[in-house]
């Protein structure tokens, strides 16, 4: 009956949980598993149909941790009945201005997801290049360039021997930055912001004319990071409720 299945579904955007709303609905839990997913499934070919051609002019990257089955210190064990099980990273790129998560990956904390991230950014937004900040993780920058760098030969230097391989550069137009924290048994005790490609008119320029960040900073994604641990339980840092398989995730 559609009655149903759209009961079951506003029940689960509600945040009940699949068991909660088996009794409710009173149908079986693995049947609402399976509208779960035909409904996200749906939903998510919608998003996709609309984010195209984003003017994105700011956006934030973090990745959100969590874990798959059990944590990484357990995994000797648990590896042998799944590879997929272990710490699992949410990467999001946050646009400020919007409140709105322009893409994100779920996958291991890995330059290849980093890269797909920015793939994924590249796919929605228009050919205007945002502001991009994000916290001091070495793959970041690597991601940019894949998605958004030039490659050039270098002059080759004298007269003997092969020339230079070609290499990849950031455009003239790409502003990024990071922020630096510095931590001293887990508490983070010096924040401190480091321009990494850019000059310094044009990323002043670009901070003055945003309506939402006077500085570089992350704080509207670990801010939205933090709405998704209070709001989803099996984001939470310790909870009962984590996924058991990484497709739940």
């Known amino acids: 009956d559609p009655a149903v299945f759209e009961l079951a579904v506003r029940a689960l955007a509600e945040g009940n949980s699949i068991q909660g709303t088996a009794r409710i609905v009173q149908i079986d839990k693995d049947t609402v598993c399976a509208?779960?997913?035909?409904?996200?499934?749906?939903?998510?070919?919608?998003?996709?149909?609309?984010?195209?051609?984003?003017?994105?002019?700011?956006?934030?990257?973090?990745?959100?941790?969590?874990?798959?089955?059990?944590?990484?210190?357990?995994?000797?064990?648990?590896?042998?009945w799944c590879e997929t099980y272990g710490d699992a990273w949410v990467w999001v790129a946050f646009a400020p201005k919007w409140r709105?998560?322009?893409?994100?990956?779920?996958?291991?904390?890995?330059?290849?997801?980093?890269?797909?991230l920015l793939?994924?950014?590249?796919?929605?937004?228009?050919?205007?290049?945002?502001?991009?900040?994000?916290?001091?993780?070495?793959?970041?920058?690597?991601?940019?360039?894949?998605?958004?760098?030039?490659?050039?030969?270098?002059?080759?230097?004298?007269?003997?021997?092969?020339?230079?391989?070609?290499?990849?550069?950031?455009?003239?137009?790409?502003?990024?930055?990071?922020?630096?924290?510095?931590?001293?048994?887990?508490r983070v005790v010096e924040v401190t912001r480091k321009r990494v490609w850019g000059s310094a008119d044009a990323l002043q320029a670009r901070l003055a004319a945003s309506p939402t960040s006077t500085t570089i900073n992350t704080s509207f994604v670990e801010r939205d990071n933090l709405a998704w641990r209070e709001h989803n339980r099996r984001l939470v840092r310790k909870t009962t409720a984590f996924s058991k398989e990484l497709s739940w995730m």
């Not at 939903?43 to 973090?62: A, M, N």
């Not at 050919?127 to 958004?148: R, V």
Request: aromatic share 10%; with cysteine.
């Open 100 to 116: 709105l998560v322009v893409a994100f990956v779920v996958g291991p904390r890995t330059q290849a997801q980093a890269n797909l």
């Open 35 to 80: 509208w779960l997913t035909r409904a996200a499934q749906q939903c998510r070919l919608v998003v996709l149909s609309h984010w195209r051609e984003l003017t994105v002019t700011e956006c934030q990257l973090d990745e959100l941790w969590s874990f798959v089955h059990t944590k990484d210190q357990n995994l000797p064990t648990a590896r042998q």
């Open 119 to 186: 793939e994924r950014v590249v796919y929605v937004t228009d050919d205007h290049i945002p502001f991009f900040t994000s916290d001091q993780w070495p793959g970041y920058p690597t991601a940019l360039l894949h998605a958004y760098g030039e490659w050039y030969q270098p002059e080759r230097q004298g007269q003997r021997g092969r020339h230079p391989a070609p290499r990849c550069r950031p455009p003239p137009n790409l502003l990024y930055a990071q922020v630096v924290k510095r931590r001293e048994k887990g």
